[in-house]
C-alpha cells in the first residue's frame, strides 16, 4: 500500500492545543521542542508535526539566549511582538506521518475536533492563504513514471483549478503559481522521455522555485540532492520520495469539510498517469490546444480537457 503524508494550515488556535487534541485523537506523547514547533510521537498513525509556518520565528525558537544579557531580553521582547503579530496571518502546521492511503479517512476525526475547537481555514481571513497539501508517494521512481505524472498533472492543471474551487487570495498569493507555457509544451510533447539528469535539469531551469502548485523539489532533491541544491538555494526544501501537490484550500472551519473531495481531484491525476493510451491522447489534444490561432485564444481548455477524458478514457 502506497502512503501518503497530509499539511493541513489553519489558525484559531495554539501549538498546544493542536498538540493535545492530535494526542487525544491518536494517543502518543507531545514533544514541545520550542515555542513553534511540537512533535506528537507515538501515535497510530505515526510522528505528528506541528509548527508555526514562519521560518524566522522557529529558527529564534531555537537559540537559547543568555537570561543575564540585556540585548538578548529585548531581543525576546521583540521576538514576542513578532510572534503575537505573526499569529494573526501565519498559519499553524499539522503535518502528519506517511499514512497507507486506505486509512486516510482516519484523519476525519481530527478535522472535526479542529473544526469544533476553533480552527479557521482558507476563507476566514482576507489574508490567509492556508493550504492543504498531499505528498503521495509513486508507484515507482524511474524517469517515465515521474514523467507521467507531470504530464498528467500538467494537463489537468485547468480542472483541478476548477473544481478545487481556489480562493483568489491563494491564487495571488504565488505559492501554487501556475508552471511557463514552454516548460509545459516542453514536457506534454508526446517525445519528452528523458532521463533523471535531464528531468530534473528541464525542472530546475524553468521552475527554479517552490511555488508551484505541484513542487517537484522534495522529489528531485531525494533523487539527486547535489543536482538540485546547485540551483535551490533554500532550507525549507526537505528531500523525500514524494510528489507534493499544494494546491487546495483548507476549508477546515466550514461544516462538512474534509480532505475527500481534493483527495478524488488528484486521484484523477493518478488516474490518468497510469492509463497510457489516454494520457497521449489527451497531452496531443493539449498540444493542439496551446497552438491554437489567436481567434480561438478564448477557448477554455477545463472544458475540453472533460470532454476529452470522457471521450478518450471514460474517466
Same mark, same amino acid.
Given at each position: 500500500m502506497r502512503r501518503v503524508?497530509? !499539511?493541513? !494550515?489553519?489558525?484559531?488556535?495554539?501549538?498546544?492545543?493542536?498538540? *493535545? *487534541?492530535?494526542?487525544?485523537?491518536?494517543?502518543?506523547?507531545?514533544?514541545?521542542?520550542?515555542?513553534?514547533?511540537?512533535?506528537?510521537?507515538?501515535?497510530? *498513525?505515526?510522528?505528528?508535526?506541528? !509548527?508555526?509556518?514562519?521560518?524566522? *520565528?522557529?529558527?529564534?525558537?531555537r537559540y537559547k539566549p543568555d537570561p543575564e544579557d540585556f540585548l538578548a531580553q529585548f531581543d525576546e521582547w521583540s521576538e514576542l511582538i513578532l510572534r503575537t503579530a505573526a499569529e494573526q496571518i501565519v498559519p499553524f502546521e499539522v503535518v502528519t506521518p506517511p499514512i497507507p492511503m486506505d486509512r486516510l479517512g482516519e484523519l476525519e476525526q481530527l478535522i472535526l475536533r479542529l473544526r469544533e475547537s476553533g480552527a479557521q481555514g482558507t476563507e476566514s481571513g482576507a489574508f490567509y492563504a492556508f493550504g492543504l497539501h498531499f505528498n503521495p508517494e509513486l508507484p515507482s521512481l524511474d524517469p517515465e513514471t515521474i514523467v507521467s505524472y507531470l504530464k498528467a498533472f500538467l494537463c489537468l492543471y485547468d480542472w483541478l483549478i476548477h473544481y478545487s474551487k481556489i480562493d483568489l487570495t491563494r491564487a495571488m498569493s504565488g505559492y501554487i503559481s501556475p508552471f511557463p507555457t514552454d516548460y509545459i509544451r516542453q514536457v506534454v510533447d508526446l517525445d519528452y522521455h528523458p532521463n533523471q539528469d535531464r528531468l530534473i535539469d528541464d525542472y530546475l531551469i524553468a521552475n527554479p522555485t517552490r511555488n508551484r502548485a505541484l513542487d517537484m523539489l522534495p522529489l528531485f532533491s531525494y533523487l539527486d540532492k547535489t543536482r538540485t541544491l546547485s540551483v535551490i538555494d533554500d532550507h525549507r526544501v526537505h528531500a523525500r520520495p514524494t510528489l507534493h501537490y499544494r494546491l487546495p484550500n483548507c476549508q477546515i472551519d466550514k461544516p462538512g469539510w474534509n480532505i475527500d473531495r481534493d483527495w478524488h481531484n488528484w486521484l484523477m491525476v493518478e488516474r490518468l498517469a497510469c492509463n497510457r493510451e489516454c494520457l497521449n491522447a489527451i497531452c496531443r489534444a493539449y498540444i493542439e490546444f496551446l497552438e491554437r490561432p489567436v481567434v480561438e485564444l478564448f477557448q477554455d481548455w477545463q472544458e475540453m480537457v472533460e470532454a476529452c477524458l470522457k471521450h478518450y478514457c471514460a474517466l
Open positions: 503524508g497530509v !499539511e493541513l !494550515e489553519f489558525s484559531g488556535l495554539t501549538l498546544e492545543n493542536i498538540a *493535545l *487534541l492530535i494526542r487525544e485523537q491518536f494517543g502518543g506523547a507531545i514533544i514541545a521542542h520550542t515555542a513553534y514547533e511540537n512533535t506528537i510521537t507515538g501515535t497510530s *498513525l505515526g510522528d505528528f508535526k506541528v !509548527e508555526l509556518d514562519f521560518q524566522y *520565528l522557529k529558527e529564534k525558537g
